[in-house]
């Protein structure tokens, strides 16, 4: 079945870094979500990829839509304390309208002030 | 607009007993989902109603869990009989008909089964 694998599994930096992380798949998305996960709290939607080759910026966050349409990446700039969460890249399964989401396993991000 | 939310936050039961979890959906979206996390691994579907029907079960680990969602409204996902490996994040989420992979999530319900 469809599987999204993220590295690193975790990280550890210091404030102000630059931050890269990455989602790939042996077969093809026609979306990739961004999605981050905060202490006690939901994952929350932060970036939306629909086209190969989309490259799209919300604040200090870039994600990036492979041309291959098997992977993502997911940069963030100048790290701040409150950007420590889990982030999960997700895609929807089969047909682009399901509403089944599979998610990768989750980038642990923590940052030191 | 308030957004999904989720009862209870935290529950602890012994294996064998019946649990219940609640969902209240943004109110006005049609879809409505469950997904599980168990420690360390990635969110997992469980299931899709759209209104009060079942769009896609496929995710469901086994018959001990029913889920519904009376009335197109809110919706409870019940584990009779609760076994240890059940213990997990249950999340909710619900989405818009138009854009069903933007799905906002609630703050979830941990599951403990000792």
């Known amino acids: 079945g469809q599987q999204l694998n993220q590295s690193p599994q975790s990280m550890f930096i210091q404030e102000g870094e630059d931050v890269s992380m990455n989602c790939t798949s042996s077969?093809?998305?026609?979306?990739w979500l961004w999605y981050k996960q905060d202490p006690g709290e939901g994952p929350v939607l932060l970036i939306a990829l629909y086209k190969a080759g989309e490259l799209t910026s919300n604040g200090r966050l870039t994600a990036q839509f492979g041309i291959t349409r098997k992977d993502s990446f997911l940069n963030i700039s100048a790290s701040i304390p409150s950007d420590v969460g889990i982030y999960f890249c997700?895609?929807?399964?089969?047909?682009?309208?399901?509403?089944?989401?599979?998610f990768g396993q989750g980038t642990t991000l923590q940052v030191k002030p | 607009e308030a957004g999904v939310t989720q009862f209870p936050s935290h529950s602890v039961i012994e294996k064998g007993q019946t649990v219940t979890l609640r969902c209240d959906p943004i109110?006005?979206?049609?879809?409505l989902y469950w997904y599980r996390r168990v420690m360390g691994k990635e969110i997992k579907f469980l299931l899709h109603f759209v209104k009060e029907s079942k769009q896609d079960e496929s995710g469901m680990p086994n018959n001990r869990f029913l889920a519904e969602r009376t009335g197109g409204t809110y919706s409870t996902l019940k584990v009779q009989p609760a076994e240890l490996e059940d213990s997990g994040v249950y999340f909710c989420?619900?989405?818009?008909?138009?854009?069903?992979?933007?799905?906002?999530f609630g703050p979830g319900t941990r599951l403990t089964v000792t």
């Open positions: 077969s093809i998305f026609n979306t």
């Open positions: 109110s006005g979206h049609d879809n």
């Open positions: 989420a619900s989405s818009q008909d138009w854009d069903r992979t933007r799905q906002y």
């Open positions: 997700a895609g929807p399964h089969g047909s682009s309208n399901t509403g089944k989401l599979i």
